[in-house]
Structures are given as C-alpha cells and as structure tokens.
C-alpha cells in the first residue's frame, strides 16, 4: 500500500495493484485489453478501478461514454500512477541486483599496518564486482572497533586480541610470526630466531601504542616479565625500519614486512618462546550483513585461505 496525496483533505491509501490496474486501462483504453495484458479476468479490472475509487473517494473515469474518459482527479491519478510504479519497477530492479550482488555500498575499516595485505582481495573485488561501491576507511584497529561498534562500520579489520567490552563477533583471517629486525651485526651470525626473553633491556622501536601489534607484544612483555626499553615509536612502519637501519634500536614487525625490506645492512630473526602472532581479524556487531559485505568476505576468505599466513 502507498500513500497518495492528491487534491484530497487527507492522504489517502492507495492499493498499488490497484493503481496498476488503473493505469494499464487507461493506457490501453480499454477494460478488455488491460485484462489480457494483466493475464486476469475483465471483471478483476473493473472491480480494482472501482476500488481505487472508492479508497480515493473520487470516480476517475467517465464511463457513460464509448471510449474511456479521464475525470480531473483521474488524469491526476493517472499521471503520477505512471510515475509510481515506474519508481516501484526501479526499486524491484535494484532489489533483484542487491540480492545478486551487483549493487551496494560497503564500508570498510582497515588499519594502515594491515591494508598492504588486501591489496590481492581490493583487486578481486573489484573484478568481480564493479558497480559495489566501495570506501575504505583507514584507522588503527583499536578506533575501527570502535566504529564498528557504533554502527559506523558494517566491518573492519583488526589484530588481536579485540577489546571484549565492545562485544563484537571475531572472525580471524591470517596470522604471521612476528620478526626482530635490526642493523647487521646486532644479532649472532647465522641466527635464525630470537627468544622473546632476549628482548629485556634491549632498546626497541615499536610502532604506537594505538596499534593492535603494540598491544599485543606489550601484553606479551607482561606476560613472560620483561621490560624491554622503548627507544621511539612511530605511525610507520618503514620509519620503523629506517630507524632499525640507523641503529637506534630493534624494530618488531610482522612477517610480511620482512619480505619487503631489502638490504643486507639488516638483520632479521623470528621471535620464538613464545613465538608472537599478529593475528589479523575481521570484526562486526553480529547479525545481518549486507549483500556486499558478504560478498567482500567471500573473496576475502578465497584469498587469505591460500596465503603463507592464512588460517589452517
């Protein structure tokens, strides 16, 4: 049912089979004609015009004449009757395209550390679903939570552990080692791992504490009772390198950052006992998704299934 606000004291409801009804008599000038073209019998039409009628409290036709005339308040009705369903054929479309994922609108959290790993699946959505608009917002995983949380974002990409007060559902994705890097010559040659222990005293640059990474190792620091000294932090983790690379201290960077730096004046060892994780998440209130969040997960669980760091 819609409501129909023409030349009546009161808005009036409007059976939008009805007012289709209505419509295609008109436009075929004919009760028998509209019939067939509405696969129904003459006698449904005329009762769903009179009905029209009767819920607009107005006759819409002339019908003591041999061809159908239009009142003033039917010409009306029939002009913006057009308008209507034309607007309810359009909705029906977009529908139908929503609920194949042709169409809608995602937004996205994710956090600077994390974006470089979704480039393979931006690239695949992108392919395979053009006409989804898509915005990426970037903050650090402690505010996309957040937003997540407010309803800001329909999802967002974090690294555990998540904030338990905000109650959001968890659902990991990839996790990678975590590595100490630092300038050649400051570990044992031939080292191949470093054990966290060896962290304490050690002057390290860590990215700040907004970042899930920083949170993480220093909840591991507690854990195993160190007190490594934190000579600089940074929003970047290439400033984090160039800092390692000027001797100010060791960086601690996940695995993937690794394969990126290439130059013999670093040294780069795993982190075992305990071996850290940055384990990287998705996040949302739980419930209903989107058609096109459903679809960015779909490529996105395709994608960091078959990476070195994906779940498994």
């Given at each position: 049912?819609i409501r129909?606000n023409i030349l009546f004291r009161k808005p009036?409801?409007v059976?939008?089979?009805a007012?289709?009804?209505?419509t295609e008599t008109?436009?075929?000038?004919s009760?028998s004609r509209?019939?067939?073209?509405?696969?129904?019998?003459?006698?449904t039409v005329?009762?769903m015009?009179r009905q029209l009628e009767?819920?607009?409290d107005?006759?819409?036709?002339?019908?003591d004449?041999?061809t159908l005339?239009?009142?003033?308040t039917g010409?009306?009705?029939?002009?913006q009757?057009q308008q209507i369903l034309?607007a309810?054929?359009?909705?029906?479309?977009?529908?139908?395209?929503?609920?194949?994922q042709?169409?809608?609108h995602l937004?996205?959290?994710?956090p600077p550390m994390?974006?470089?790993?979704?480039t393979?699946v931006?690239?695949?959505?992108?392919?395979?679903h053009?006409?989804?608009v898509?915005?990426?917002?970037?903050?650090t995983?402690?505010?996309?939570?957040?937003?997540?949380?407010?309803?800001?974002?329909?999802?967002?990409m974090t690294?555990?552990?998540?904030?338990?007060a905000?109650?959001?559902?968890?659902?990991p994705v990839?996790?990678?080692p975590?590595w100490a890097?630092?300038?050649?010559?400051s570990?044992?040659?031939?080292?191949?791992t470093?054990r966290?222990?060896q962290?304490d005293?050690?002057p390290?640059?860590m990215?700040?504490n907004?970042?899930?990474?920083?949170?993480?190792?220093?909840?591991t620091?507690?854990e195993?009772?160190?007190?490594?000294?934190?000579a600089?932090q940074?929003?970047?983790?290439d400033?984090l390198v160039?800092m390692?690379?000027g001797?100010?201290?060791?960086a601690?960077l996940?695995?993937?950052?690794?394969?990126?730096i290439?130059?013999?004046?670093?040294?780069a060892?795993?982190?075992?006992?305990p071996e850290?994780?940055?384990q990287?998440a998705?996040?949302?209130r739980g419930g209903?998704?989107?058609?096109?969040?459903?679809?960015w997960?779909?490529v996105?669980?395709?994608?960091?299934?078959?990476g070195?760091?994906?779940p498994?």
């Open positions: 049912m129909l009036a409801t059976d939008i089979r007012l289709r009804y209505f008109v436009r075929l000038n009760f509209a019939a067939d073209a509405l696969h129904v019998t003459q006698s005329s009762k015009v009767q819920e607009l107005a006759p819409l036709l002339i019908r004449s041999r005339q239009l009142t003033d010409r009306v009705v029939y002009e009757g034309a309810m054929q359009r909705l029906h479309a977009e529908i139908r395209d929503t609920q194949a042709r169409l809608g937004d996205i959290g994710i994390i974006n470089i790993l979704c393979p931006l690239k695949a959505f992108r392919e395979r053009p006409e989804i898509l915005k990426l917002k970037e903050d995983g402690p505010q996309i939570e957040q937003r997540v949380a407010s309803g800001e974002l329909e999802i967002g690294v555990l552990p998540v904030d338990p905000l109650e959001l559902e968890v659902m990839a996790r990678y975590i890097v630092a300038q050649a010559g570990f044992q040659k031939g080292r191949v470093l966290c222990r962290l005293g050690m390290l640059v990215l700040n907004e970042f899930g990474l920083t949170r993480s190792l220093r909840g620091f507690r195993i009772g160190i007190a490594p000294q934190v600089a940074s929003g970047q983790w400033w160039a390692a690379l001797g100010m201290g060791t601690l996940p695995e993937p950052f690794i394969h990126r290439a130059t013999d004046q670093l040294q060892v795993r982190l075992t006992e850290v994780q940055w990287v998705y996040v949302t209903y998704l989107s058609h096109a969040a459903r679809a997960m779909a996105s669980a395709e994608l960091f299934a078959g070195p760091g994906g498994g």
